[in-house]
Each structure stands twice: as structure tokens, then as C-alpha cells.
């Protein structure tokens, strides 16, 4: 922005990808973001945030609130919908059993995608379904992968769970499970959140970042932290039968194209766009 505005540009937009804020007094991060929030007053005409969780927190540490706005992400729902191949179908070529109960997880492995609280929900969950089925998908989500094969070892009890790794046919696999599970410590707006509820999947979601406003009324929303709840919630939807899950599925995907497809987001940033040069000519 300092270069830009050195350069003779004026029209300066600024935009906010993350949420988490490093703590330490050294932390490089931390002290470009007090930077910004002194000049976010006067450098940009606008600073967007695509979570409402990232404008709080960034408003919190000083940036211009009055400049602020939440545009966030978009979806292009038309590469991201099922393609009509039958679940049981799709299973096969998985070799994942038809009648299995299937909980997925999709994520990078990092501690604060809470790994831990779902292989710790999982061991709660399969005491009172023995069909259930925990499917892991990301990087490093593999059987090379030593720390979270004693986790699944020490904390998921007689859970059985398929280790994917990093995949290009997420959405596919996607298509295979029965309710997707987002276990996260903390998260912006969590893509993969929206992306499941494009393959038409109902979603347990912690209470972090902007999930519980992805998932609005189709999914559930439990406490960040509590393996208890999350597979008190996995249990529940579990319960309500194959056929609500279906039609909450649907539901789940509606709610993505109304509110968050690609074509609306990119005319929102147009818009924005378009009012900052008219802002100029006056």
C-alpha cells in the first residue's frame, strides 16, 4: 500500500485473509499488522475481510472499523456439485463398505485443525454406532505420518480410520461421506465447510471463525474443544435417518449457491470496486 500510494496510486484497497494474530513481541507478523492498523485511517479506501471473525479481530487491534467490510469467499458451484454416480457406487471405488456409517474430515495436518478433538469424538462415537467409519483427508494425513498414528492409537479406541492423504478428488470423497466434520481451534472462513455443503453433505462445525454462519441453519454448531458434544452432534444427525440427511444435504447446498456462489461474490467486489472510482471522480 506505502509503495502504491509512493507511486501516485490512490485507489488503495487492502484485504484480510486470516483471523489467528501472532502474540509475541517480536513476531514479525504482529508488528506489520500494529503498522497497519495506525495507517488503515488513511492509506485504503477500503480493507476487506472475508470473516466477519477476521473484521473483529483486526478492528480490535486498531484497524479503521469505518473502513472495513466483510466480501467473502465464493464458490464456483458448478465444478463443485455431485455428478449423479450413486453413493454406493462412489464407495466402491474407495473400497469403503456401503453400510458403513462415514465421518469425514478434510484438512491439512496442523494442530489447530483439531485432529485430536475428532479422533477423540470418533472414539466416543463408535461405543454407540458400530457401522460408523472416520475417514481422514489432507496433507500429511497419512500412515507415514508418526504423531497422528499414535493419536488415532492412544485416543480413537476400537474407531476405524481410512487415512486419504492429500487428494486432487476431494470433492468425490466428499460424496462418500454422511456428515462432514470440521474440528478446528481456530479458522477465518473455512472453505472446506462450504465446499461439503456444495456436495450436499450436513456439517458439524466447532464454533470457530465464520462456521457457524456458513452453515446457518443445516448444520450444527458445537464448542470448540468438547469431543463430548461433537459426537453428541454426530450421533444426532445420525439419528434423524438417511432421508433428512438428504434433504438437509440439499438444503446445505442451496444455502451456498444463494449466498456464496462466485458470480455473487465477484459482482459484490465489482461493486465496491466501481463505487471507490465513482468516490474519486466526485
Known amino acids: ?5 509512493t507511486a501516485g496510486v ?15 513481541h517480536l513476531s514479525m507478523t504482529g508488528l506489520i499488522i500494529k503498522l497497519c492498523a495506525v495507517i488503515s485511517g488513511w492509506l485504503p479506501k477500503a480493507v476487506i475481510c472475508c470473516a466477519h471473525a477476521g473484521l473483529e479481530v483486526h478492528a480490535a487491534r486498531g484497524y479503521k472499523r469505518q473502513k472495513m467490510l466483510v466480501l467473502p469467499n465464493g464458490y464456483d458451484t458448478h465444478e463443485w456439485q455431485p455428478n449423479g454416480v450413486g453413493r454406493c457406487e462412489i464407495r466402491r471405488n474407495y473400497d469403503l463398505p456401503s453400510e458403513a456409517f462415514v465421518v469425514g474430515i478434510v484438512g491439512r495436518y496442523d494442530t489447530l485443525k483439531g485432529y485430536d478433538l475428532f479422533i477423540e469424538a470418533a472414539e466416543r462415537i463408535v461405543k454407540v454406532m458400530n457401522n460408523a467409519l472416520f475417514i481422514m483427508i489432507g496433507r500429511n494425513v497419512d500412515d507415514s505420518n508418526v504423531e497422528l498414528r499414535s493419536l488415532i492409537k492412544s485416543r480413537g479406541g476400537d474407531a476405524t480410520f481410512r487415512l486419504f492423504g492429500e487428494r486432487s478428488d476431494v470433492a468425490q470423497l466428499m460424496s462418500t461421506m454422511d456428515v462432514f466434520c470440521l474440528t478446528s481451534k481456530a479458522e477465518g472462513f473455512p472453505n472446506v465447510v462450504a465446499e461439503a455443503m456444495l456436495m450436499r453433505v450436513p456439517c458439524v462445525v466447532t464454533n470457530v471463525g465464520d462456521a457457524a454462519r456458513i452453515v446457518g441453519s443445516t448444520g450444527v454448531v458445537v464448542p470448540s474443544g468438547n469431543p ?6 454426530v450421533k444426532i444427525l445420525e439419528s434423524k435417518g438417511a432421508e433428512w440427511r438428504k434433504a438437509a444435504g440439499e438444503a446445505a447446498r442451496q444455502h451456498i449457491v444463494n449466498n456464496y456462489s462466485i458470480d455473487l461474490i465477484s459482482k459484490n467486489y465489482e461493486q465496491l470496486y466501481e463505487d471507490i472510482r465513482e468516490e474519486k471522480r466526485r
Open 228 to 233: 463430548t458434544k461433537f459426537a453428541e452432534a
Open 10 to 24: 490512490r485507489n488503495i484497497v487492502w484485504n484480510v485473509r486470516n483471523t489467528e494474530i501472532p502474540q509475541g
Open 1 to 5: 500500500g506505502l509503495i502504491g500510494r
